[in-house]
């Protein structure tokens, strides 16, 4: 199948300027369990690079060791040019990490928090004072400031969490599913400042288990499972790769008949299949498509009531290359 | 050094932030110091006798052989003093019968009454008082003896006592002094009634406090803001150092405060303050240590502020925290000195009650010092093994 492709495909050529972020070949077992086995990928300047996978599939691993936290059986991650590892402290200063947990002092303010991280991160002064400012307007959080994080909501917290990895304007951004236990507003707003963040300039490493989140903000996308890069790209190269095609719905009267047979006729269209009022087709690259097939099926006598567009998703791609579901 | 000093801080701030800690931590001491020194302080120390009945010469004389022996004298109505001494507001009720005050001038034999109080410290004073008569006696005497060798030779008793009274200020009186023979009112005595409870309340606390708040090293390791601050350019050994450095802020902070307020309030005398400071923060690095094992093994928080708490009151019980270890039997206070607890106490009444100086309380130093160091590492270590396993 294809997908074997580009498994396991370690990034090509020698390290380029635009990466920020490479990793080799990384593994790492906790006893028995091999929690990551051999991935490897490359994260470029202003680029959002996705790991999307299920529970347990071995992001939060691969993120320990990319923040140099945990040690790696295997493998080498390169930041900014500088081998990472526990021991070592110049590549950290190019990083900005957002655990998974809420990293953050219950007992201490929001400005508390951030200065304690500020000042490991070698800031003082009015500069950190400044900057503490700043991150709390980007986070929104200025008015509880001087509130003790324990009292804040769960978005509250999860929003201070990220201010903190914001906070010395690293080069590379590692968030470790930042949105979970989220409600819909905050996680909007979560989501938009990492959009403005990669448009800024900042390379980003993002895990979830969300594929939407995976689609509407990464630029290519890891898919992981068992420890395992199962294959790599942009959303489209991942839905190329499964072969799946677009599926639109037409609703409507008049002459459907007339219509199923124009719209076959069209090289954009697979397949129809007519259900008395209604017509599914099997489409590739739907939304370029829907103009021409709206145009050729209303010419054949055919009165529209509804249109939907259905696309295949990282959900169905995972689907295909795990044989199981992202979300169990 | 930076992100030491700013690990350190952090758990000191966050140790003083929380709510709960502000009874166990400023108020219980107190309490603690306060209820012992009423029950088992003052042997020795400054008592209080009311004197009741015909003033004059003797009672004089007896006011000021008690002064001396720095009790505090007061009189009254007999009545009166009969009330204060059934109240406890006196150790020891002295009754003057009429007459006696001539008696004493004329050298007759005279009976004074003493009624002693029901507290401890009644039968100490009451022994003053007797020592206070017992001395006037003497001095009688030689007055006496004189008047009976030189009498033919036209000494009379005013001559007598105005020839002693030159000798005497030619030479030292041999004073008359009530001791104790009993080896443990002897280690006690001079000492405030708050002074031996107040030094070991702040072990007992230092340490207690200490190992309790392991649970917020815990929560900081639970809750990844180790892990996160393992991600920013510092290395392992500042943040553990930090850690390690914040908890020994919090044991000094903690002995730092008893020592003041029990000094401020109940006018505890400490010693030398270089010196007992130094024991404070030897001792405050053991518990440090303690503490950072402590957090480092358990995994859980109430847990292990449960077993910090047992540990520290078992080992403060054990290494006089509660009972002095003047008390214990020589095999149990050979035992007890395995607590830090003890080898601190030792050096605290060495400073307190003989003013030793920094070469004397050397060895409690240094086998504080090791303690210390020992745990500090394994701490350290033990918690640089659970950091990379939690991750
Ligand atoms: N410290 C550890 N000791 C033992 N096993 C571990 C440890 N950390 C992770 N694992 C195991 O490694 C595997 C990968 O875990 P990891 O936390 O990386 O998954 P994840 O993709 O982040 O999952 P989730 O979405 O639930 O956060 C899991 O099976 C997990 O149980
Ligand atoms: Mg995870």
Known sequence: MTEHATRHTPPEGPPGDGDVLLVTDLSRRFGDLIAVDGVSFRVGRGETYGLLGPNGAGKTTTISMVAGLIEADAGTVTVKGHRMGPARVEPKRHIGLVPQELAIYPELTARENLTFFGRLQGMSGTTLASRVEDVLDVIGLSDRAKDPTKEFSGGMKRRLNIGIGLLHEPEL?????????????????????????????MAVLYTTHYMEEAERLCDRIGIIDSGLLQAEGTRDELIRLTGDVDHIRLDGSGDTVAAEAALLALPAVEQVDRERHTLHLAVHDAPTAIAEIVTEATSAGMRLNDVQITRPNLESVFLRLTGKALRD | MRPVITVAATELRRFLRDRSNIFFVFIFPLLLVLVLGS?????????????AGESGPLEQAISAQLTDAGITVDTGGHDEVLDRVSRGRTDVG????????????????????????SQSNAIAVQQQVRGAVGALDLDRARVRALVAEGGDRGVDASTARTALAAVDAQVTPPSLRIEDVDEIAQEFSGLGRFDLGASSQLLLFVFLISLAGSTT?????????IARALSTPVSTGQVLLGEAAGRWAIAVFQGAYIMIATALLFGVRWGDPFLSGLVLLVFGAVSAGAAMLLGALMDNEAAASGVGIGIGLVLAGLGGGMVPLEIFTDTLRTVAHVTPHAWAYDAFAAIQRHHASLVDILPELGVLAAMALVLLALGTWALRRSVARAM
Do not use: H, K, M
């Open chain 2, 94 to 117: 002295l009754f003057i019968p009429a007459g006696a005050n001539a008696a004493y001038g004329s050298d007759e034999p005279v009976r004074l009454e003493v009624v002693p109080g």
């Open chain 2, 217 to 225: 090293l815990i929560q900081a390791r639970r809750l990844g803001i």
């Open chain 2, 39 to 51: 029950q088992f302080g003052g042997s020795g120390s400054s008592g209080r006798v009311s004197i």
């Open chain 1, 173 to 201: 951004l590692i968030l470790d599913e930042p949105t979970v236990g989220v409600d819909p507003q905050s996680r909007n707003s979560i989501l938009e400042s990492v959009e403005s963040l990669s448009t800024a300039g």
